[in-house]
């Protein structure tokens, strides 16, 4: 006789728990010092968990059903830490997932990117951005969530192992786009992928960094999507990507055999209109699964 599902049905947050061989690690990174715009990031790792017992396992368009276990880690403590300091703990915790085949930092403001990418090993990995946002802002005044780019550049990160997609309108200088070009950073513009899509995009770009390096770190800054479908990051603008292409855009990330650790950056609760927040970061992991489990 089968379970009843009058009450309840398995969910995504059944897969996750206490499972160290699991395949995909799961970190909160609620990293919220030096955001250019005040807010609470830090809540982003809480509001993720907590929305994931609504997602089923069921995905009615494939008749496919998510299986991946997924280990959480926990929540590395950042509380009060700045950027600087939080570098070495985030940097070390990503690189102790190295027995898992992906590995899912949940932030957190974006300056959680650079450690990530260091916990891979700068000398291997390339980086795929989704961000309205160049973050290639000066460092002369510290690290913070508008300069991660730009920290891994003078880190030493050759630009041409950068990949940033969907950037936005009115919402970066020129002087950051002339950094981009110098650096040899591929720029693909929030028009390119509303004209080309958004997962097409998405696979050129992994395709031509898979040539150069021997693993992909993918920041998602959800402040990519627009700010009509995502009211949940102060940076998201009108004329962003859908969430349906965001979600898209993860599957095919997911699926790639260079991708090895993820994040999702600039989810902020406090910005919530309802639960759409929560529940678009939630389906992302779900779609991020799926993908997974064509590798």
């Known amino acids: 006789m089968t379970e009843s599902e009058a009450l309840s049905w398995r ?5 996750i728990g206490d499972q160290p061989d699991a395949p995909v690690a799961l970190i909160g990174a609620g990293l919220n010092e030096r955001s250019l715009t005040p807010g609470r990031c830090d809540l982003g790792p809480k509001a993720f968990r907590a929305v994931l ?7 009615v368009e494939t008749g496919g059903e998510l299986h991946t276990r997924v ?53 291997r990995v390339g980086v795929l951005t989704l961000d309205a946002h160049f973050d290639l802002r000066d460092t002369d005044q510290g690290l913070t969530n508008g300069n991660p780019i ?89 004329g962003g990507v859908s969430a349906q292409d965001f979600f898209d855009a993860a599957r095919v990330i997911g699926a790639h055999p260079k991708v090895e650790a993820v994040d999702l950056t600039e989810y902020d609760p406090s910005l919530e209109i309802g639960d759409l927040g929560a529940l678009t970061a939630g389906r992302w992991f779900c779609e991020l699964l799926a993908g997974f489990e064509t590798r």
């Open 71 to 123: 280990h959480d880690a926990g929540d590395v403590p950042l509380k009060a830490v700045s950027p600087a300091d939080a570098f070495v703990p985030l940097r070390e915790a990503v690189a102790a997932q190295t027995a898992s085949a992906l590995t899912v930092l949940i932030g957190g403001n974006n300056a959680i990117t650079r450690p990530g990418v260091h916990g891979l090993g700068l000398d």
């Open 11 to 15: 969910s995504v947050a059944d897969l």
């Open 150 to 238: 730009q920290a891994l550049l003078e880190d030493g990160l050759d630009g041409r192992r950068i990949s940033q997609v969907g950037l936005a309108p009115f919402a970066n200088t020129r002087r950051a786009h002339d950094k981009a070009k110098a650096a040899g950073i591929s720029v693909r513009t929030a028009r390119d992928c509303r004209e080309q899509g958004l997962a097409a995009v998405v696979a050129a770009e992994l395709e031509r960094l898979s040539a150069l390096v021997d693993v992909i770190y993918v920041d998602f800054d959800i402040d990519v999507i627009d700010r009509g479908q995502w009211p949940a990051s102060p940076g998201a603008r009108p």
């Open 53 to 59: 017992p609504r997602f089923s396992t069921y995905d």
